[in-house]
């Protein structure tokens, strides 16, 4: 509440999910669960040593990650991913990469499993812009890859988020 980050907090949060059964958000199988979860601020120092141990890239002052799900098959990865190419030149930006999410199919029910999407991050650089510009040309590229996708059910953008913040060690 006082806006600082703590594992504590985070540990307790996911004690928390754990007790979300009554809702009757999760399957007869006990494990295909309706998706709840967290949200947490984009854990920057993270994401700058997976960019540079992936990627091979250096993130800037000023960057965004999107979290999309997308067809499993490499026709439709390619489709959604060339969507947000388009996109991204569309609003002047530059796409940094595509990261892989780690996943674990095997903590996931049956049911869950035959839907699990392809989870990719995508890296894009805010260089020269401010946040408010930054956020509102990744609207339009989320969007203008919505609408590009529209037909590919398996398609969703489930966060494209910014927050400009010095760089730490």
């Not at 999309?68 to 026709?75: I, K, L, N, R, S």
């Not at 095997?106 to 869950?112: F, N, S, V």
């Amino acid at each position: 509440m006082e806006g600082q980050p703590s594992h504590h907090l985070l540990q307790t949060a996911i004690e928390a999910l754990t007790c979300m059964t009554h809702r009757g958000g999760i399957n007869a199988d006990g494990k295909t669960g309706d998706g709840c979860g967290l949200l947490i601020q984009k854990p920057d120092r993270f994401l700058r040593e997976v960019a540079r141990e992936t990627l091979s890239v250096e993130l800037p002052e000023q960057y965004a990650v999107g979290m999309v799900f997308m067809g499993t098959d490499e026709p439709a990865a390619a489709a959604a991913k060339q969507a947000f190419a388009d996109a991204l030149a569309d609003q002047g930006l530059t796409g940094l990469g595509w990261r892989p999410v780690p996943v674990d199919p095997t903590k996931l029910g049956p049911l869950a499993r035959t839907s699990l999407p392809r989870i990719e991050q995508v890296f894009v650089s805010g260089e020269g812009l401010d946040e408010q510009q930054f956020g509102v040309k990744l609207f339009y590229v989320r969007r203008k890859a919505e609408i590009a996708m529209q037909a590919d059910s398996s398609f969703y953008v489930c966060s494209c988020r910014t927050r400009s913040s010095p760089i730490k060690a």
